[in-house]
């Protein structure tokens, strides 16, 4: 996935957020495969585990067995059909999850050559809050973040003002 690029200023701004609210001394299940965020963490001495490439959205298992402190899900649940499942499954009482917005000028994601590279929600930020509050959360903090890139045209115009990512801490009600 991050053959040619690495999202240098996501990465940044999600793991500060991750370390206010996070300490090392709490474990995280990090929904989603072995990625180059999950070893980041590692190498900043968290201790991860991830999910282990099972479709979510039919087995939450990996989840409820899960004896982590924190659940982390960075950029994962746009990728499901029912999100709202698999964050009543969530066993732990901390949560730092981040989502890709909908932007009004781009149509959502989706690989052609990649079924699971593909996203079924882009939510609003109140979207997101709503799902999150319905399945159980709390939400304490949040935060938006631009995706600038260095194409010329309208849309990535766009991009340098328009928020692309929302990242949240919620704990369980």
């Given at each position: 996935?991050?053959?040619?690029?690495?999202?240098?200023?996501?990465?940044?701004?999600?793991?500060?957020?991750?370390?206010?609210?996070?300490?090392?001394?709490?474990?995280?299940?990090?929904?989603?495969?072995?990625?180059?965020?999950?070893?980041?963490?590692?190498?900043?001495?968290?201790?991860?585990?991830?999910?282990?490439?099972?479709?979510?959205?039919?087995?939450?298992?990996?989840?409820?067995?899960?004896?982590?402190?924190?659940?982390?899900?960075?950029?994962?649940?746009?990728?499901?059909?029912s999100p709202f499942t698999v964050l009543q499954a969530i066993t732990g009482n901390k949560l730092v999850a981040s989502?890709?917005?909908?932007?009004?000028?781009?149509?959502?994601?989706?690989?052609?050559?990649?079924?699971?590279?593909?996203?079924?929600?882009?939510?609003?930020?109140?979207?997101?809050?709503?799902?999150?509050?319905?399945?159980?959360?709390?939400?304490?903090?949040?935060?938006?973040?631009?995706?600038?890139?260095?194409?010329?045209?309208?849309?990535?115009?766009?991009?340098?003002?328009?928020?692309?990512?929302y990242i949240v801490y919620a704990e369980r009600v």
């Open positions: 996935m991050y053959e040619k690029t690495f999202p240098n200023k996501r990465f940044k701004l999600t793991f500060s957020f991750l370390q206010k609210h996070v300490s090392t001394k709490e474990t995280i299940l990090d929904l989603g495969v072995e990625n180059p965020f999950s070893k980041i963490m590692v190498s900043k001495g968290y201790e991860v585990e991830n999910t282990k490439g099972e479709d979510l959205d039919i087995d939450t298992s990996a989840i409820k067995n899960s004896n982590a402190d924190v659940v982390t899900a960075f950029e994962i649940f746009e990728h499901l059909l989502v890709p917005l909908r932007l009004w000028f781009s149509s959502a994601y989706r690989s052609k050559t990649d079924m699971r590279d593909r996203h079924y929600h882009e939510f609003e930020d109140w979207q997101f809050d709503w799902l999150l509050e319905k399945a159980g959360w709390k939400i304490l903090d949040r935060q938006k973040w631009t995706n600038p890139t260095k194409k010329i045209g309208i849309r990535p115009l766009f991009r340098w003002f328009t928020p692309r990512y």
